[in-house]
T-cell receptor
Framework: GAGVSQSPSNKVTEKGKDVELRCDPISGHTALYWYRQSLGQGLEFLIYFQGNSAPDKSGLPSDRFSAERTGGSVSTLTIQRTQQEDSAVYLC?????????????FGPGTRLTVL | AQTVTQSQPEMSVQEAETVTLSCTYDTSENNYYLFWYKQPPSRQMILVIRQEAYKQQNATENRFSVNFQKAAKSFSLKISDSQLGDTAMYFCAFMSTTSGTYKYIFGTGTRLKVLA
């Protein structure tokens, strides 16, 4: 089947606006991860979902960031009142289960630019 | 906390030659997983190879192999017979088996350029 998809592929927004980034994982994958890739911070973990629950939100950088997952499938990462330091590529990955042996399959990412 | 270090920001290699990318990590755990991912300009991260820490034998996938030195906490990637399509960013990643999250901790990456 299809791989992990993310939309939009690119997003340009003005400082202070809210944005929503979407991730469609591989069908049947119960684990879903969000990572952020930025020049200054490299690749960093944001949040992990197992089904619709998020047992690990430790990577979310501030309370402006939130995420949800519905139906054990699609996930949305929301950034409120965007700041210039939020500019980065946001990557989503899914895995068949939370077992560590399983490879994470990545989407192509959303490049967010905050002006 | 675990950390992953890739000390080579950029490397280049001639086509058909062999190149080794370095990765070291820090952990107090005994059992964990290590991965190498490739990120071409398209941004899609692709798994290259993985290693379970409890296995002494080094993982091999076609032209890609690792040199896993558990005591030294080193996990280097060797690419043999380099091809132009190997040009990409390469990330080393650590995964704990005790955190319950199975998230990746990534190194900063090595940009590899294969020269014709």
């Amino acid at each position: 089947g299809a791989g992990v998809s993310q939309s939009p592929s690119n997003k340009v927004t003005e400082k202070g606006k809210d944005v929503e980034l979407r991730c469609d994982p591989i069908s049947g994958h119960t684990a879903l991860y969000w990572y952020r890739q930025s020049l200054g911070q490299g690749l960093e973990f944001l949040i992990y979902f197992q089904g619709n629950s998020a047992p690990d939100k430790s990577g979310l950088p501030s309370d402006r960031f939130s995420a949800e997952r519905t139906g054990g499938s699609v996930s949305t990462l929301t950034i409120q009142r965007t700041q210039q330091e939020d500019s980065a590529v946001y990557l989503c990955a899914s895995s068949p289960s939370y077992h560590s042996y399983n490879e994470q399959f990545f989407g192509p990412g959303t490049r967010l630019t905050v002006l | 906390a675990q950390t992953v270090t890739q000390s080579q920001p950029e490397m280049s290699v001639q086509e058909a030659e062999t190149v080794t990318l370095s990765c070291t990590y820090d952990t107090s755990e005994n059992n964990y997983y290590l991965f190498w991912y490739k990120q071409p300009p398209s941004r899609q991260m692709i798994l290259v190879i993985r290693q379970e820490a409890y296995k002494q034998q080094n993982a091999t996938e076609n032209r890609f192999s690792v040199n896993f030195q558990k005591a030294a906490k080193s996990f280097s990637l060797k690419i043999s017979d380099s091809q132009l399509g190997d040009t990409a960013m390469y990330f080393c990643a650590f995964m704990s088996t005790t955190s319950g999250t199975y998230k990746y901790i990534f190194g900063t990456g090595t940009r590899l350029k294969v020269l014709a």
